[in-house]
């Protein structure tokens, strides 16, 4: 049920779609002739889209959740094993057409090649079933092995997780997979404004994990005022904003984190 809430929500929360709304509901007040109540609502409508295309208020929002986390450095010596999850291909793209098509949020499979590479002997997790209500897709479980072989990754190392649809459900299916030990190391790769969420989920499964960054969206020194990027990364930094903020809350209401941020 919390999956299909989940969904539902976002589809009404998203900029566009909260602007589409409004939008609607300001032509029927119009049509009543609520005149005041109409202007009201074209008047957020466009508030909403200013807000989100035209200033830097999504990277702003970004900035704590991406500044969470950095990369160990120095790299551990030793891990056993890498965890990606899910979010990086063309789903419906990849089923249709075959191949592995990536997304904005392909990076963090791009990352993945490279530590496998730089650790050459430990599985390599993809985490990452269909995570959509309408539009048929491919999991990224399902795409990732061509991807990561064609890097030069080979085909053993690779543990597939393609049932999870959530975070929740990446952290509790991957840690039934590799039944993680206390004195292991294992490395988690997902976009940083994801990773906050991520960590938490994990370290409520029971899975203590070290976080690896990537897929940034924002320079981290952006400042209050008109939007430093183009109209169309500016909206999405605002969409991924409000939805990674209202993931964490609704997390924490519901009881499947234990702190707002780790």
């Given at each position: ?51 989100s295309?035209?200033?830097s ?16 450095e ?16 063309e ?112 370290e ?59």
């Amino acid at each position: 049920m919390f999956f299909y809430l989940s969904k539902i929500f976002w589809l009404l929360a998203h900029p566009l779609n909260l602007t589409g709304i409004l939008l609607f509901v300001g032509l029927v007040l119009l049509f009543l002739q609520w005149t005041r109540l109409a202007g009201a609502a074209f008047s957020v409508a466009f508030l909403v889209v200013a807000l989100s295309t035209w200033t830097s208020l999504g990277a702003l929002m970004l900035h704590p959740l991406e500044d969470r986390f950095a990369r160990p450095e120095p790299a551990p010596e030793r891990i056993d094993g890498i965890i990606v999850l899910g979010g990086g291909f063309e789903g419906s793209v990849n089923l249709a057409r075959g191949g592995y098509e990536l997304n904005s949020s392909g990076d963090r499979f791009v990352e993945t090649a490279v530590l496998a590479r730089r650790y050459p002997q430990v599985p390599v997790v993809v985490s990452g079933g269909t995570g959509t209500m309408v539009l048929e897709g491919e999991g990224d479980a399902d795409t990732a092995p061509r991807l990561l072989t064609a890097l030069g990754v080979d085909e053993s190392r690779l543990v597939l997780e393609n049932r999870s649809r959530n975070t929740d459900e990446n952290a509790r299916f991957t840690r039934d997979m590799v039944n993680p030990q206390p004195s292991q190391t294992w490395l988690l790769v997902t976009s940083a404004f994801h990773m906050p969420r991520s960590v938490l989920l994990f370290e409520k499964a029971g899975f203590d994990v070290v976080p690896w960054p990537a897929d940034y969206r924002t320079a981290g020194i952006e400042t209050a005022g008109l939007a430093q990027d183009n109209e169309i990364d500016s909206l999405q930094n605002t969409a991924i904003a409000i939805r990674e903020w209202i993931g964490l809350v609704a997390y924490r209401l519901t009881g499947r984190t234990d702190r707002l941020l780790p």
